[in-house]
């Protein structure tokens, strides 16, 4: 894993991440995204099988529904290929020509 990719999987991931682990998935998985979609789905798992919401009356309210939605946004956009990892090759090449949009310019 080169510098690249573990600068894109903590930005991913946060800074907080165990770079060993992540070095140790990388070298089992091949991707920095099959690892980052490892670690979220891990994440997501846990945070499933606590409580979602806490309420102590008159006290205090905690709600954890809206980190659920975040981590499976975070993991759908990972799955779309949102943001290309710097380890994945670009699938339109160099000798691949993009669409391009052609506009009439407004007279003068």
Do not use: C
Not at 16 to 40: K, M, N, P, Q, S
């Amino acid at each position: 894993m080169d510098n690249a990719v573990r600068a894109w999987l903590l930005a991913e991931l946060g800074t907080d991440t165990d770079i060993t682990d992540l070095t140790t998935r990388y070298t089992r998985l091949g991707t920095a995204r099959a690892v980052a979609l490892e670690v979220l789905r891990e994440r997501l798992a846990a945070l499933r099988a606590q409580p979602t919401s806490v309420t102590v009356t008159n006290v205090v309210a905690v709600n954890f529904t809206a980190n659920l939605a975040a981590y499976e946004r975070q993991i759908a956009r990972l799955e779309a290929g949102d943001p290309p990892a710097p380890d994945e090759v670009d699938q339109a090449g160099p000798d691949t020509l993009g669409i391009i949009q052609l506009r009439e310019r407004p007279r003068r």
